[in-house]
């Protein structure tokens, strides 16, 4: 019985908060796949915290990766891959704003690789 609160996270952690109703129709929140069909003016790139963006490639707690390879699933490193193309793409909207927390928890957060690598290139200042 002590599986059945990861069991329960696995299953829920892929879903989307929606907006409620009455709020503001010119603000959407989506997740990558809604974000990927989408065109806008002003996009916000958020959750730029490491491990969070992309997400950890784990292990599948139902499938070892010589099982998802016998009937040709993918690999958990394409989630990373897929995350970079979704970035790539998130960047060419008009407006991009970049942003992450700076806590998580009790605890100072990690800028995610990508935004550290993105931020040493464009340099101090920008």
């Known amino acids: 019985?002590?599986?059945?609160?990861?069991?329960?996270e696995a299953l829920i952690a892929p879903e989307t908060v929606k907006p409620?109703?009455?709020?503001?129709?010119?603000?959407?929140?989506?997740?990558?796949l809604e974000a990927r069909l989408q065109h806008v003016d002003t996009l916000i790139l958020g959750d730029l915290n490491e491990?969070?963006?992309?997400?950890?490639?784990?292990a599948d707690?139902?499938?070892?990766?010589?099982?998802?390879?016998?009937?040709?699933?993918?690999?958990?490193?394409?989630?990373?891959?897929?995350?970079?193309?979704d970035f790539q793409m998130a960047m060419g909207a008009k407006n991009v704003v970049l942003a992450r927390s700076a806590r998580s928890g009790d605890a100072p957060a990690v800028a995610s690789r990508w935004l550290q690598r993105l931020l040493t290139f464009i340099g101090k200042g920008h």
């Open 1 to 8: 019985s002590g599986e059945w609160p990861d069991v329960m």
């Open 20 to 32: 409620r109703a009455g709020s503001d129709r010119r603000i959407a929140i989506w997740g990558t």
């Open 51 to 58: 491990g969070s963006w992309p997400r950890k490639a784990e």
């Open 61 to 85: 707690r139902f499938m070892s990766r010589v099982m998802k390879t016998g009937i040709d699933l993918e690999p958990p490193e394409r989630r990373i891959g897929q995350a970079a193309h």
